[in-house]
C-alpha cells in the first residue's frame, strides 16, 4: 500500500493498514526512541505508545507532509515526555545493548577482549550516552537524528520545524558540546 492509500484506510478504521504502517515504519521509530531514550526496551514500549496516538489521531494528519514526518514528530516528543516523566532514573543501555542486531541476536563478542578492555567499552559507551543527554533539547534532537538515524539536514528540518540552517547550527553547537565535554573527561581520565 502506498502512504496515502494507509492514511485513507486507517481513517476508515482499517487493521489491516495499521498492520501495514507498523511494519512499514516499526524500526524507524524505535530506532529514533533509542537515540533519545538508550533502552532498547523502554525504546519499543514508547513506539508502541506512538502507534497507538497514531490509530487514534489518524483524523487529524492532514497530509501535508509525509508520515514518516509525522512519526518521527511523535516518536520524538514521545520520548522526551518519557525522559522528562522518569528524569530521576539513570539512563545508560548496557554493551551488550548497544551490539544487537536487528532480529535481537547479539553479534558476537570478540574473544580476545579481556574483562578489563569491555568494562572500559561500557564505560565509555555511559560516558558518550551522559553527555548526549546533558546537550541542550534542540541539539541533542538534531543530533540524535542525524547520527543515530542517519538523517539529512532537509529530513531534520521538516521534522523539527526549523530551517535547514537552523539544524545545520544546531548539530554543529551539538558536535562542539559534546567535543568539549568529552574531552574534558578524558582530561580527568573519567574512563
Excluded at 486507517?10 to 524507524?28: C, P, S, T
Excluded at 533519545?36 to 526496551?41: A, K, Y
Excluded at 483524523?59 to 508520515?67: H, L, N, T, Y
Aim: one cysteine or more; a positive charge; proline letters at 2%.
Amino acid at each position: 500500500m502506498k502512504e496515502t492509500e494507509i492514511i485513507s484506510e486507517l481513517k476508515k478504521g482499517n487493521k489491516i493498514a495499521f498492520k501495514q504502517l507498523v511494519e512499514n515504519y516499526q524500526k524507524m521509530v524505535i530506532n529514533i526512541c533509542m537515540g533519545l531514550v538508550h533502552n532498547h526496551e523502554d525504546a519499543e514500549d514508547i513506539a508502541q505508545d506512538v502507534f497507538i496516538e497514531v490509530f487514534r489521531a489518524v483524523e487529524q494528519f492532514r497530509e501535508d507532509s509525509k508520515i514518516s514526518t509525522w512519526l518521527y514528530r511523535i516518536a520524538v516528543n514521545r520520548s522526551l515526555n518519557f525522559i522528562r516523566d522518569n528524569k530521576k532514573r539513570k539512563w545508560f543501555w548496557s554493551f551488550e545493548e548497544s551490539i544487537k542486531n536487528d532480529s535481537g541476536e547479539k553479534f558476537p563478542i570478540n574473544s580476545a577482549e579481556t574483562p578489563e578492555e569491555k568494562m572500559e567499552s561500557d564505560q565509555r559507551a555511559k560516558i558518550l550516552h551522559r553527555a548526549i543527554d546533558s546537550l541542550p533539547k534542540n541539539q541533542r534532537i538534531a543530533f540524535v537524528l542525524s547520527k543515530y538515524d542517519d538523517l539529512n539536514y532537509n529530513e531534520i528540518s521538516e521534522i523539527m520545524n526549523l530551517s535547514k540552517s537552523s539544524v545545520e547550527s544546531l548539530i554543529h553547537r551539538a558536535k562542539i558540546n559534546l567535543q568539549k565535554k568529552l574531552y574534558t573527561c578524558f582530561k580527568k581520565r573519567c574512563f
